[in-house]
């Protein structure tokens, strides 16, 4: 589970920002939070508001960023540069990006951090939290320092139990983690587990959905390949179950999976019911609405279904403000949402505001040098808790709203 991530020189973001699921003792006791076995309460859900090109998308970027970063940088050709772009205006497109997050595993909460540019990882450090009878302190697990006099890292891994010789093996365009587990790593592993779990549609070029980016197609076809496989049954039964809430008549769908020669063709047949007649449409014929719940359920689903952290950009598109309720109440319902995953998501329906807390509402604004600013509700003085944040959101009391 995420207590919380950072950026500092990101994109659209040029000082320090982070994006908190710790909450206090303040806020509300109800099925929107929880209580990780570390102690920390932690919210379920976040929401992202602001204005079109205030740096909703950007701010998401982050934790699918780490993931890759941590996960699958060792994929990618030693020689390929890195992909982060630095705050554009002023010094700071010189300077390195910074990166971090604070996430908990079996009741042991990591912070791991970074500092890169596109050519290389500079520095990378791995601390755990460690409690006593008298205070928590942080252990380092691993570090890595590049020294620039002698074109190499400076490696310290006394906790971490890492192979013979793993300094040689070191590139900089992969984590530790991700060069580790090719090594059969077992501190790394469990590790990559936890990331694996983060599941998200932005990539490093926005929103998947866009139809103005190349292959924006291609995440219903993924979406549905996923749901043909026999062990995802189960998910598909769920989400058939979903579809048929939120679209009048719809029953199943039925998918068939056919090779030719290099390619893999997949048609999809929706069945309809009303009364006694039932009738069956090939899925280019059903509404984008249905379409992007096809998309948004496979991500859902599979978090609700294992744990971990869904993160979705432009959650509401295509959707009718009251749909979009009901898909991130999964994530608040104990009965939907077992393993206490957790959620993360931009949205320009401002009905949810009505439905959330203080401490689970991000605003997100550019001032006027360009960067991005943003800042959870309860940050803000004379927020109460007893507050319409729908109304008083609508009415620019908080900002993050279009300057028109």
């Known amino acids: 589970m995420i207590h919380s991530f950072s950026c500092k020189n990101f994109y659209s973001f040029c000082d320090l920002t982070t994006v908190n699921f710790r909450v206090n003792e303040k806020a509300p006791v109800n099925n929107g939070y929880f209580t990780a076995p570390s102690g920390n309460r932690l919210s379920k859900i976040e929401t992202v508001i602001g204005p079109n ?3 909703k998308t950007n701010l998401l970027k982050i934790m699918p960023f780490l993931k890759w970063l941590i996960a699958d940088s060792f994929v990618v050709t030693p020689a390929a540069p890195l992909p982060v772009k630095p705050f554009m205006f002023g010094e700071q497109k010189n300077k390195p990006t910074e990166l971090s997050a604070d996430f908990e595993i079996e009741g042991n909460v990591y912070t791991y951090s970074f500092s890169l540019d596109d050519t290389k990882i500079l520095s990378e450090e791995l601390k755990v939290k460690n409690k006593t009878n008298l205070k928590i302190t942080r252990k380092k697990v691993f570090s890595r320092q590049w020294n620039e006099e002698i074109k190499k890292y400076e490696l310290d891994d006394k906790s971490f139990n890492l192979p013979k010789d793993f300094e040689n093996l070191l590139r900089t365009n992969a984590s530790v983690v991700s060069t580790a587990v090719r090594f059969n ?4 592993q469990v590790l990559l587990n936890f ?6 549609n932005v990539t490093e070029a926005g929103w998947v959905g866009d139809h103005l980016l190349p292959n924006a197609g291609q995440q219903l076809f993924e979406a549905l390949d996923f749901y043909s496989e026999s062990k995802n049954e189960t998910l598909k039964k769920e989400a058939e179950k979903l579809l048929s809430r939120f679209d009048l008549g719809l029953d199943s769908f039925d998918i068939k999976k056919e090779k030719k020669e290099n390619s893999l ?5 929706v ?12 899925i280019q014929y059903e509404s984008s609405g249905t379409k992007q719940l096809f998309v948004l359920l496979k991500t859902i689903l599979l978090v609700l279904d294992k744990g971990g952290v869904a993160i979705l950009d432009e959650f509401d598109v295509n959707l009718h403000p009251e749909m979009v309720l009901s898909l991130f109440s999964l994530f608040v319902q104990p009965e939907t949402n077992p393993n206490n995953a957790q959620l993360l998501f931009s949205t320009h329906s401002h009905l ?3 439905k959330l807390d203080k401490y689970q509402i991000i605003l997100i604004e550019k001032n006027e040098k360009g960067a991005s600013e943003s800042w959870r509700l309860d940050e803000m ?20 709203v279009p300057k028109l």
């Open 53 to 55: 090109a205030s740096g």
């Open 185 to 188: 790593h077992k501190e790394s």
């Open 195 to 200: 990331w694996q779990k983060v599941e998200t």
């Open 265 to 269: 063709s997949i048609n999809v047949s």
């Open 271 to 282: 069945a309809h019911s009303f009364g006694d007649h039932t009738g069956h449409l090939p």
């Open 352 to 354: 949810v505001l009505s």
């Open 381 to 400: 003085a004379g927020v109460r808790a007893d507050d319409n944040y729908y109304t008083k959101y609508i009415a620019g009391a908080y900002g993050a």
